[in-house]
């Protein structure tokens, strides 16, 4: 088991990744019981589980028996990010509402990225806030949606445009889970993986470049060192800025472009991981273009993104359908559209001074 | 024109109080048009005018006129506790969205604490977390529900179970907006500030003895200095405890009655201020009950309630139904109630430490 620690004051938290955490009642009793008492709060008996429909019937009898004795009520969500809507939220209040919980009480996040950004945006909001702790069974989940503490709902008029910063008591990362992940939602989560090292890491890069079948034969050490690696990553950017005022802006490396295809495609078509590495190739042309970046490091991009099956373009979504979708996309201030580009590979930074022509270089290249 | 500060770190914030501050363009530009400047953000053009039916007519072209050449776009809720809901402060999020207002958009809240409240908690979660500014026009919502960034609405089983602590950027308290207030709204604000004085300054409960004839005649004098006290009062405790982790709790005195008043009325009964008068005797009841306080003091108590024209009963709730409603309010944690009790006039304190016989006596004396 990993253990690695997210700095942020009074709200800091452990992120504890390995296999058969989920079945650790010792675990749950220090971590997830004692998670108010941790912060100063007492110890609570009142669990709400969230979770959703496919994950329920493979890992919910798991989380009951590590916390014998407790009263844990379950919401179990409908599965996918159409469902991750502001009414599923309010469903989620009305069970705690119903089972009189109070500000004691704890939310359980069990599921993937959509289970635990409502999860958490419930807890941020019940009675103004209540302890959660993030218990992510999918990669994606595991190396990026639990940590840093965003949680929200898409709103039909875009993506995460309603939501709280509300950290979690505690991270619970059991890579057994990843056994069960369908394949796409596994390279979904690499993409995420690749982005963490593009950032500010390229000898991670390197591993990766090394690594990456074993990854997608999900050989247990190296998904656990791509996880610890990703989550140290992203818990150091958190750190230095909770409420993304600056350099967290960074972690929307190849989002920008990312959303704006999910938004078009009406996140019906790609996933969003995928979607994420389609952006990161993007992100890429953009930064060649504007003569930041060498082509040769382009190149390794889309080649570790190819070899991990993800897209590099998106022929579906017309680039003036995407522009115009990134330019309600929350990183907009004022009109001027900030993007994350790269000086080379682990040199990423955050800019809203670009040559307009790359820009349309790459809608150019990449979209229909 | 008075002019508090409440100390919160980063989150500090200017309160600002007098007549005709609607019309002043001058202060507008300093403290709202500029509001994010102050906090390290950029000037925004972009403001959201949040109101109701009853204020809009009234108000909302001092507004308009004092930010001059600015968009501003207008949400007009309907009037009324019943109002306050998750799906109002939705449908504040879709006029948001379809603006595409950004981050550094700035939500005005102008009207008494229901608007508050919504507007406070949509700037809360759109984008997790804009700029709003609170322009109360209520007795109630300048000297209590504009300050101290509690924001949120209320869930069917209960008040104001669903929010966020959302500090405003500022506060202007007009109170030329209190001459169009209907005398019942006048007087449920007194009760707030009565509250204020029974917490923690018997000097200013003593002024109120002396001047609350003045307060209902609404003297500008005696209603200026009545909000600068009762401002200063809760803004030096939300100092010392923003998040309610402690001291903060002693705002509640009179409020786990109030809120059982209201819950069993379901919110058709008396007003939020009329409710916390009638806690406020209990309070007093139960502390005399509970051997804290002379009955003389609770006497002077009840007198003053009654001269401003305050319930000091309820006598069409039964005092069982009001024992069930208190259960589920927000201040149980783990079955046991808290209450604020008084150990005489201006010293509360908060207490899970109470004689049983105490409580059982005051739901005998004050409840059918």
């Keep these: 088991m990993q253990h690695l620690h997210v700095e942020l004051g009074a709200r800091s938290y452990p ?21 108010s008492v941790l912060a100063g709060g007492r110890p609570t008996n009142d669990f709400l589980l969230v979770t959703n429909t496919t994950v329920s019937p493979l890992y919910a009898e798991r989380v009951h028996a590590s916390l014998p004795g407790r009263r844990i009520v379950e919401v179990v969500l409908p599965d996918g990010e159409q469902h991750k809507t502001l009414a599923n939220v309010s469903s989620i209040f009305d069970v705690l509402v119903a089972n009189r919980y109070a500000r004691d009480a704890c939310v359980l996040a069990l599921g993937g990225g959509v289970v635990g950004d409502m999860a958490g945006f419930a807890a941020a909001c019940y009675q103004r806030g209540i302890d959660f702790v993030q218990l992510p069974t999918t990669l994606l989940a595991q190396v990026d949606s639990s940590v840093g503490g965003k949680t929200g709902v898409n709103h039909p008029g875009g993506k995460n445009l309603i939501g709280a910063f509300h950290q979690p008591r505690a991270v619970l990362a059991d890579t057994d889970t990843l056994a069960t992940l369908p394949v796409r939602e596994l390279r979904a989560g690499i993409a995420e993986v690749i982005k963490c090292a593009l950032i500010e890491d390229e000898p991670f890069f390197a ?48 989002h920008t472009f990312g959303h704006a295809i999910e938004a078009v495609q009406q996140y019906r078509g790609l996933l969003h991981g995928e979607a ?5 190739a993007m992100a890429a042309t953009f930064s060649v273009r504007a003569g930041l970046m060498d082509e040769a490091d382009a190149a390794r991009v889309r080649a570790l993104l ?18 115009e979708a990134m330019r309600i996309d929350k990183k907009v201030q004022s009109g001027r559209m ?12 955050v800019t ?13 290249t990449h979209f229909a």
Tied chains: 1, 2.
Excluded at 338 to 349: C, D, K, P, Q
Excluded at 352 to 364: C, V
């Design 207 to 254: 591993w990766l470049e090394d690594r990456i079948e074993a990854l997608l034969a999900r050989e247990p050490e190296a998904l656990g060192h791509a996880i610890r690696k990703s989550c140290e990553i992203k818990a150091g950017i958190v750190a230095r800025d909770e409420r993304e005022s600056g350099d967290r802006a960074l972690l929307n490396l190849g």
């Design 276 to 280: 994420v590495g389609a952006g990161l």
């Design 338 to 349: 900030r993007f994350v580009l790269m000086r080379g590979i682990g040199r990423s930074f």
């Design 15 to 35: 992120i504890l990744i390995g296999p058969g955490l989920l079945g650790r009642a010792d675990l749950f009793e220090e971590y997830v019981a004692r998670a």
């Design 306 to 323: 190819v070899r991990a099956g993800l897209p590099i373009e998106a022929q579906d979504v017309a680039g003036a359908a995407a522009l």
């Design 352 to 364: 809203a001074d670009y040559p307009e022509d790359a820009l349309a270089a790459t809608l150019e």
